[in-house]
């Protein structure tokens, strides 16, 4: 149940990331030097980034729960 959630958990998130990362890009692109849309665009990229690290956070979280509680690696 925990590897599945997970799972779903870290798919959602990645998905996220990337839709992040696009749109991020077509700001940057669309900009033409406009500090507002150029600060929106940074800030998609640093919530991109966090979603990654969350992501990643959670398979280490099932790594170790998998390993030290129930003492089978996944």
Sequence with gaps: VMNFIV???F???MII??????MAAFYY???MGDPTK???AH???IYAAVAIAVALIAQGVQFVVNTIIFRQPT
């Design 7 to 9: 799972s779903i958990v």
């Design 11 to 13: 798919t959602v998130l």
């Design 17 to 22: 990331a990337v839709i992040f990362i696009l």
């Design 29 to 31: 692109l669309t900009a």
């Design 38 to 40: 150029v600060a929106k």
């Design 43 to 45: 800030n998609m990229l």
